[in-house]
């Protein structure tokens, strides 16, 4: 399934060297070029690249909301 120019993928950025969101600006077969959000920086990475990133980024969020909601954060009261 390809990946549509435009959308938004989670990537971790060589510029900045954080996980921000990248748009996807264009594509080439199974390469992609994308833009940081956060410093405007490029990459060119394979569709499979960016769809393993986005699920393990996925997870950890997963991970983190499931354990917000067993422990829910109490009120200093």
């Known amino acids: 399934m390809p990946i549509d120019v435009g959308f938004t993928r989670i990537f971790h950025c060589p510029v900045c060297d954080v996980d921000t969101p990248h748009t996807v600006k264009s594509s080439k077969g199974d390469m992609y070029g994308i833009i940081c959000t956060n410093c405007q920086g490029g990459s060119i990475v394979s569709a499979l690249e960016l769809r393993l990133y986005q699920l393990k980024w996925e997870e950890?969020?997963?991970?983190?909301?499931?354990?917000?909601?067993?422990?829910?954060?109490?009120?200093d009261e």
């Open 60 to 75: 950890e969020l997963q991970a983190i909301l499931d354990s917000l909601a067993e422990h829910p954060l109490q009120d």
